[in-house]
């Protein structure tokens, strides 16, 4: 319930995290309660990170174990995800933030549950693809990174200040298309390369 609160009360906003406050208001609590669960409204926001992209790469798992598949419907699966959750990039764009306002022991939770679920993730793309045992795992981590740094370019940049239509379709390309063209690109090359080095 608290999570859910966060997720919408982030929703409406625009460049700040919402308070604590503001989360227990949203979900019908005193504040107090919300601390009973949550140390600090960093915790709130890494929770609500992990809750995201664990859905994400559990949607790339199912999409690596299905039959036939290839490197084109795992991340169509990634950017079919991600589209259906459009905070979850805004919201890990506030990373460095919580990363400085967490517990160091939230942070080593939050960042080794996140590990967890790639690893998890990258097991049945290496079955999928016939990658060696470090491939996809690799695979994930950059395209992980890969989607935070694109959206920071071009997801979250306001098109209303660029000066002309020319320059708004070079500066700030549809995002989602974007990254599904960008992330296909270099899982079918590195595919490839990780396949030829095998033989």
């Known amino acids: ?17 919402p308070t604590v406050a503001e989360v227990a208001a949203g979900a019908g609590l005193a504040k107090g309660t919300v601390y009973l669960y949550f140390a600090s409204q960093a915790e709130i ?3 609500l990170l992990l809750e995201g992209w664990s859905a994400v790469l559990a949607r790339v798992a199912a999409a690596a174990g299905a039959s036939p598949t290839d490197a084109g419907r795992i991340v169509t699966a990634l950017a079919a995800a991600l589209g259906e959750r459009p905070d979850l990039l805004r919201l890990d764009s506030f990373g460095a933030v919580l990363e400085k306002q967490a517990d160091p022991d939230a942070l080593r939770v939050f960042k080794t549950a996140l590990t967890a679920r790639i690893a998890e993730a990258a097991q049945s ?17 950059n395209s992980y990174a890969f989607a935070r740094g694109l959206w920071q370019a071009f997801g979250g940049a306001d098109p209303s200040l660029l000066i002309d239509g020319q320059t708004r379709a070079r500066m700030h390309p549809p995002f989602m298309p974007e990254l599904k063209r960008a992330l296909l690109a270099y899982w079918r090359g590195e595919a490839n390369t990780d396949q030829r080095s095998e033989s």
């Not at 319930?1 to 995290?17: H, N, P, V, W, Y």
């Open 1 to 17: 319930m608290i999570l859910r609160a966060a997720e919408q009360a982030f929703a409406k906003t625009g460049d700040a995290l």
């Open 45 to 47: 926001y890494l929770a």
């Open 125 to 141: 793309i290496e079955q999928a693809l016939d990658l060696p045992a470090t491939g996809a795992e690799r695979l994930l981590m």
